[in-house]
């Protein structure tokens, strides 16, 4: 195995007091910044477009607040409480148990979802590029589109952006809990909201402003399916970083006197703004231009450019967005990366840096293969899909909502109440709602994982 040639000091970090975060607000942005990504600013916009706008929000909205929410409160405190990566977090807290494989299903579900997230986050960083420098002007409508397909069927740059963007994470990831995530946390999360909201109230002054916000908003429930629920609750644990330990891994390094019910509820309700701020961004201006909200996935990517070429100042409002993108991206790749840095940081007591260094290689290698099913390696399918779709698929429609359900079942029924009371009470110490409580534990313990199986069975019918 690789990691062997990496490892030296084995086991050595095992029993070493965990490293936290030094602030509360370092804390909360590390969280935001794991959550806020594509998730938000791209794949939000396009399956909202898809499903109906205003209908897909309100079942997205729910999804994101009764069970999301509830599902994150259970992340949190396995990591808050067994204090170690996503596997053995589960063996601290239920040792000799087969519940650590739940663990490893977010390692995998981690890795596959790197492998799309670095490409994506490499185009974006083209369209910054690409924009900043004048190069996206111009075009008809039917050129931007080319310019998309051509450029991501390619074989040589889009593989060049990735790399670099997975050795932007090694490095900031290199430097360590507090002076890596926390810090890049720090400073990127702030200038991301700014950005947004200049983005957002140039959208809402341009003309027809108010029929891209009723599309978003107004409901229309007959374009709404059982697939767009699934997508919605798809979207909703995408969005949150759940079921995959990336907020288990970041909850390991809270510290001890941190509010776990409080630091939900501003994480989540953190990421919901930015996802429908990017609505109010896309909608407006893709519907003060004449151009179609329904796009899919090239949403952001071909017809935006277009929209923004037509806007006054165009140049000035597509590279600020595409540096909300590249920021978006940097952030939650880096808690993606973390997951299983953790991993063979405690398991298998590599250094940080070589661990960091190790899934650089194997996300480059995924990375690689997933750009080129777009261009060379497009024949090469499973089941009609490409390599690309297939990690989509199975890390977010299926690995995300299993895990998450599967962390809840194990809060709520193996750990129990009063493990869950002492966690989010911390011991007593912080005074939290009874009633809240018991609803939380409620939802948890029933809702949440009939919730996610019956829409899981629905949508395979
Ligand atoms: N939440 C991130 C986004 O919205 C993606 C992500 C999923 C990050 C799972 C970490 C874990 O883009």
Known sequence: ????????????????????????????????GSAVGLGNIWRFPYEAGANGGGAFIIVYILCVFLIGMVAMIAEFLIGKMG?????????????????????????????????????VSGWTLKYFLASSTFGLQDLTVSGYEEFFIKYTASSFEPIIYLVIF?????????????TG???????????????????????????????????????????????????ALAQAFFSLSLGMGAMLTYSSYFREDVNIMRTTAQVVVLDTMVA??????????????????????????????????QMPLGVLWSSIFYLVLIIACLTSLMSLHEVVIAYF???????????????????????????????KLNDLRLFGKTFFDILDFISASICLPLGGMLMSIFVAWILGKD??????????????????????????????PMAILIIFITSLL
């Open 166 to 178: 997975m050795f932007i994470s090694h490095l900031l990831l290199s430097r360590g809990v507090k």
């Open 83 to 119: 204090r170690k990566n996503v596997v053995d977090s589960f063996n601290q807290l239920k040792p000799n148990s087969a519940w650590h494989y739940v663990g490893y299903i977010g390692l995998l579900a981690g890795v596959l979802i790197m492998g799309n997230y670095v490409v």
């Open 419 to 448: 493990k869950f009371v002492s966690g989010l009470t911390n011991d007593g110490k912080i005074v939290v709602n009874k009633t809240l409580l018991n609803v939380v534990f409620f939802l948890l313990k029933y809702i949440v």
């Open 181 to 231: 995530i926390e810090k890049a946390s720090k400073i990127m999360m702030p200038i991301l909201f700014i950005l947004l909201l200049v983005l957002v109230i140039n959208s809402l002054l341009l003309p027809n402003a108010i029929k891209g916000l009723e599309f978003l908003f107004k409901p229309d429930f007959s374009s709404l399916s059982y697939q767009g629920v699934l997508a």
């Open 1 to 32: 195995m690789l990691f062997r040639i990496f490892a030296k000091k084995k086991n050595c970090m095992i029993n070493k007091k965990r490293v936290t975060f030094s602030s509360k607000l370092g804390m909360i942005l590390a969280a935001v």
């Open 276 to 309: 429908l701020l990017s609505g109010m961004v896309i909608f407006p201006a893709v519907f003060a231009y004449g151009a179609s909200p329904e796009a899919g996935p090239g949403l952001v990517f071909k017809v935006l450019p277009n929209v923004f070429n």
């Open 345 to 375: 940081m405690d398991k298998r007591g590599l250094s940080r840096r070589k661990a960091s260094l190790l899934i650089t290689i194997v996300v480059i290698v995924l990375g690689i293969l997933s750009s080129l099913s777009m261009g």
